[in-house]
C-alpha cells in the first residue's frame, strides 16, 4: 500500500477508527476494566474481524445481501467487459487495488454497492435504467469503497456494535434478576435502587447509540464525496453526475427529521451532484 493510499486510507476512515476504538473500550469496561478484559476482549475482535474478511465471511455477506453471481449469456455479455474496462482502469490510475468480482442483486431497486473486501453488486434495476457510461460512473464510485478500505471499517463498526449490544443485552438480563429478587423483599430500597440502575443503563445506551450512529454517518457521507471523487479522477465524473440527476429525479425528496438527517449514511445527491460540477468546472478552467 503505498503512502498516498495510505494517507486516504487513515484520512477517510478516521472517525470509523475513533468510534471502533470507544467500542472497544466500552467492552472492556463492561467486562471489568482489567488487562485481562483487554485482552479478551482484543481476542474477540480479532477473530471477529478475521472471519468477517475471511472468504467465508464474505460468501456469507453475498448471502445475508442477496447476491448472486453474473449467470446468464446475456449478462456476461453486458456487464463483464463493461466492468473489467472499469476495473483496470482503476488498477492504472490507483496502485494497490486487489481482486473485485462483480455480481447482481435481482431487485429493481436502483442502486448499487461494495461488500466486504472483494465484491460489488449492482441491481437489476440498475442495469436497467443506466446507460453503460452512467453504470461505469457507479461501478468507480463502488470501487472506491473498496479501495479506500470503507467497506472493511464499516465491518469493523458492525463488530463494535455487535459486542456492545451483547453486553448491553446481558446487563439487561442481570437487572431484570436483580429486580425481581428486590420486589421478594420486604425493603422498597432494593427495588428503587435497581430501577434508578435500569434507568441510568437506557440513557446510557440511548446517548451511546446516538453518538456512534452520528460519528459513524459522518465518515459514510465523507466517504461518499471521496468515492465520487474516484470516479473523476478516473474520467468519469459527468457520467456520474448523469447517473446521480436520474437518481435524483426519482428520489421523493428529503422530509426527514434532524435525526435522521444526522445519522444519515449517504448525503443529499444534490450536494454530491454540487460537488462533481465543482470538479468538472474547475477542470474546464485549467484546460488551455
Not at 127 to 153: N, P, R, V
Not at 160 to 179: E, P, W, Y
Request: hydrophobic share 45%; with cysteine; net charge negative.
Amino acid at each position: 500500500m503505498d503512502t498516498e493510499r495510505i494517507s486516504d486510507f487513515f484520512r477517510s476512515n478516521y472517525l470509523y477508527l475513533i468510534g471502533s476504538f470507544l467500542y472497544f473500550l466500552l467492552a472492556v469496561a463492561m467486562l471489568g476494566g482489567t488487562w485481562q478484559a483487554f485482552w479478551i476482549c482484543l481476542l474477540l475482535y480479532a477473530a471477529s474481524m478475521g472471519l468477517a474478511v475471511s472468504p467465508l465471511g464474505e460468501s456469507l455477506m453475498r448471502i445475508l445481501n442477496h447476491i448472486r453471481p453474473v449467470e446468464t449469456r446475456q449478462e456476461r455479455e453486458y456487464l463483464f467487459p463493461l466492468f473489467e474496462d472499469v476495473y483496470q482502469t482503476s488498477k492504472e490510475n490507483f496502485s494497490g487495488l486487489g481482486y473485485i468480482d462483480l455480481y447482481i442483486q435481482d431487485t429493481m431497486a436502483v442502486n448499487a454497492c461494495a461488500v466486504d473486501s472483494h465484491t460489488i453488486a449492482v441491481t437489476k434495476g440498475a442495469i436497467e435504467t443506466f446507460s453503460e457510461d452512467e453504470l461505469k460512473g457507479i461501478l468507480f464510485h463502488e470501487i472506491a469503497h473498496i479501495y479506500y478500505g470503507h467497506t472493511t471499517m464499516s465491518i469493523l463498526a458492525i463488530i463494535g456494535n455487535g459486542f456492545f449490544s451483547i453486553f448491553v443485552l446481558i446487563a439487561r438480563i442481570l437487572m431484570v434478576f436483580l429486580d425481581a429478587l428486590s420486589r421478594s423483599s420486604e425493603s422498597g430500597i432494593g427495588h428503587f435502587i435497581v430501577s434508578l440502575c435500569r434507568l441510568i443503563l437506557d440513557m446510557t445506551v440511548f446517548v451511546f447509540t446516538l453518538l456512534f450512529n452520528i460519528i459513524f454517518a459522518i465518515n459514510s457521507r465523507d466517504g461518499e464525496y471521496l468515492a465520487d471523487k474516484f470516479a473523476h479522477a478516473n474520467g468519469y465524473g459527468q457520467e456520474l453526475v448523469d447517473a446521480l440527476y436520474i437518481l435524483q429525479r426519482m428520489s421523493l425528496g428529503d422530509n426527514a427529521n434532524l435525526i435522521a438527517r444526522m445519522t444519515a449514511s449517504h448525503p443529499r445527491i444534490s450536494k454530491r451532484i454540487m460537488n462533481l460540477e465543482n470538479y468538472l468546472g474547475m477542470e474546464r478552467e485549467r484546460q488551455p
